[in-house]
């Protein structure tokens, strides 16, 4: 046998067996074994077994080039010499053949029918780890409609086959094999809430309200689950949702409830008709198309409250109540939820209308104020849904505290503001917080929204009276974290906010009720937070570089007193800090140092544990550091200010 011979016999894709009749006795077996086509190792060891119990080689071996097709009718052996003239080696040439060769069968693969591509399948699967024959194998497995189980089996085994086969393939793969898609779906879906997180971390409170659902949805994550899940296959769109619903019941982080919008959406919006099928689908449109809006009229609320009563009366499928509640804390749509209660309540103010008496606001407290993420989080890990009913405590005792306090802001605006020691002391006796509003706070801590933005109002009209009045409500609860919380991190933006404009030109101005606003935002709640969160801390010391250089002597002995109670802080104790926000602390106390020298210490002991942290140390592996947080030791004699402890 020469070497073209053999080298076609190991990378040329056998055809079909000629029925040829055996010219030796001994030849059957070998026929036998031809049939089976094989190639590389194994075709080697058939041929030496063949060869070696054959009586006539020679004829053996035509034989065998009958039976597969190996021996070439048209006579070109005289052209190879000229090949070799030209420089061409006789691999190269079966390589290019056999490249060629394999380019037109790929396209006369797409014109067969479902039967013929099956049995090409089986054919040529078991070539699929040659690399010259893989593209053939790939091609088939792509082009077939209904994968057996065996050959998924077979594909889940090997992770790197998996990778190199078509997205149609993988989905076929991952029907059968759902663990494996499991373990794709969980990296994209963490990545998209750490990305998420993040970007909330660096917004302040109005940049939430220019957030686009559209182009939250564009998210490289988003994109790639959509591709993975198809536009037929229910049951990986599924297997998505209950994935989603695991990591929000263990971390309770709601970025896992904006996937599930921003997923629904992505379908919708490319058409895909099996997401008519999800029963949160009428809900989450509605819903997003607020957002879009940025309001809620009266119209869409009427239909969010109705479809939530309809799934409360669904006793078939109960569990559908677990996805409305997570899909009302998406932080986009409970923004937009809270803003549209609150313009509400001032439109009834405005025309002097009771709160009670709006069905708009009632419509619109039915999902907002009924929903947080402890219960939602319960009630998905017991499997026990229970109807979401409307808090009408909301309407009876917030929404009226609220209108409360925009009424008298609007006697005061029409009297004048002449005498605002008076101001302060009717609206400090008259709207007093009554027990029931704590209780609601506590219970629904979403609705502290409608005081945020009351207080922003305020400060942006310099009305820093009812300002403090909304700070006062905020912090009566006691539920202000000042962090990452259930509200996706809304508290820490909302303070961004808040000192972002009393450290501008709202505070400038000779009253001193702008100093007591910045002095009770650090005493109430950036101080007795900042051994916790660095985000505190920061702002604790950005409000006394403010107050320091601005303060009159009506808050001059506060001031020292805040210094005094910063400079004792021990911050050598054991605490966790990234090093990006010990350099915000560094630049922040740096500012302060110029106006204040007698701080010069601790920002040198900053500089100190700076230095020990950039030095590089062994990671711990049951230990992750946290990115938002310091914990420092007080000390014995830490003020008035200190004493106020999480």
């Known amino acids: 046998m020469d070497q073209s011979d053999s080298s076609a016999s190991r990378h040329v894709s056998p055809s079909r067996k000629r029925k040829s009749p055996p010219s030796e006795h001994d030849a059957g077996a070998g026929k036998r074994e031809a049939a089976s086509a094989v190639v590389g190792t194994q075709a080697r060891n058939m041929l030496f077994t063949t060869l070696s119990q054959a009586r006539n080689p020679i004829t053996r071996i035509k034989q065998f080039q009958t039976e597969l097709a190996l021996s070439s009718e048209s006579n070109c052996d005289p052209a190879l010499p000229f090949v070799d003239l030209l420089g061409g080696s006789r691999p190269e040439l079966y390589f290019g053949l056999l490249k060629a060769l394999r380019e037109r069968l790929s396209q006369r693969l797409k014109g067969l029918d479902v039967n013929q591509i099956d ?324 219970a629904a801590p979403t609705l502290r929204m409608l005081f945020m933005f009351y207080a922003r109002d305020m400060l942006a009209a310099k009305n820093f009276t009812s300002a403090m009045w909304g700070l006062d409500v905020l912090v009566t609860n006691g539920t202000w974290t000042y962090g990452r919380t259930h509200l996706h991190s809304i508290d820490e933006q909302f303070a961004r906010m808040f000192v972002s404009r009393l450290q501008g030109a709202a505070l400038r101005g000779p009253f001193a009720s702008k100093m007591d606003v910045a002095v009770m935002f650090m005493e109430r709640f950036a101080l007795p937070r900042a051994r916790t969160s660095v985000s505190a801390h920061i702002h604790a010391v950005q409000l006394l570089e403010v107050l320091w250089q601005e303060a009159s002597s009506v808050v001059r002995p506060q001031v020292e007193r805040l210094v005094a109670f910063l400079c004792g802080m021990d911050t050598s104790a054991t605490g966790n800090i990234a090093i990006s926000d010990m350099e915000a602390l560094l630049q922040q106390y740096s500012a302060l140092t110029l106006a204040l020298p007698s701080a010069h210490h601790l920002r040198d002991a900053l500089v100190v544990r700076s230095g020990e942290l950039s030095r590089p140390r062994a990671a711990r592996p049951t230990e992750q550091p946290r990115d938002d947080c310091i914990v420092v030791e007080s000390s014995n004699d830490e003020g008035e200010g200190g004493s106020d402890r999480e």
């Open 119 to 442: 049995g090409l399948l089986q054919a040529t699967f078991p070539y699929i780890g040659l690399p010259e024959l893989k593209p053939i194998a790939l091609e088939v497995l792509r082009l077939h409609p209904n994968i057996p189980c065996e050959f998924c089996n077979t594909l889940n085994s090997n992770k790197n086959l998996l990778n190199e086969c078509a997205i149609s393939v993988k989905r076929q793969v991952w029907v059968f094999h759902p663990s494996t898609f499991r373990n794709e779906v969980r990296p994209l879906l963490s990545e998209y809430a750490r990305k998420l997180n993040a970007q909330a971390r660096a917004d302040d409170f109005d940049a939430v309200a220019k957030v686009s659902p559209r182009g939250r949805r564009s998210a490289t994550e988003i994109q790639e689950l959509l591709t993975m899940v198809g536009p037929t296959l229910m049951t990986l769109y599924n297997v998505v949702l209950e994935l989603i619903r695991t990591e929000f019941m263990e971390t309770g982080d709601v970025a896992y409830a904006a996937a599930r919008t921003d997923l629904l959406m992505s379908l919708h919006d490319a058409g895909v008709g099996m997401v008519k099928k999800d029963p949160c689908e009428r809900f989450v449109r509605t819903l997003v198309s607020c957002a879009a809006d940025r309001s809620v009229d009266e119209t869409q609320a009427a239909t969010i409250s109705e479809i939530i009563t309809n799934v409360n009366k669904n006793t078939a499928n109960p569990a559908i109540l677990g996805d409305l509640m997570m899909i009302v804390l998406d932080p986009c749509i409970s923004f937009t939820l809270a803003r549209a209660c609150y313009d509400v309540t001032k439109t009834l103010v405005s025309e002097r209308k009771l709160p009670a008496d709006s069905k708009h606001l009632q419509y619109l407290m039915h999902p907002f104020a009924s929903v947080t993420v402890e219960n939602t989080r319960q009630m998905i890990l017991s499997q026990r849904f229970e109807p979401i009913t409307k808090n009408q405590a909301a309407v009876w005792w917030v929404c009226p505290v609220l209108a409360s306090a925009m009424v008298a802001d609007l006697i005061t605006a029409e009297k004048g503001s002449a005498s605002t020691d008076d101001t302060t002391a009717k609206k400090n006796s008259d709207l007093t917080v009554p027990r029931e509003v704590v209780e609601c706070l506590t």
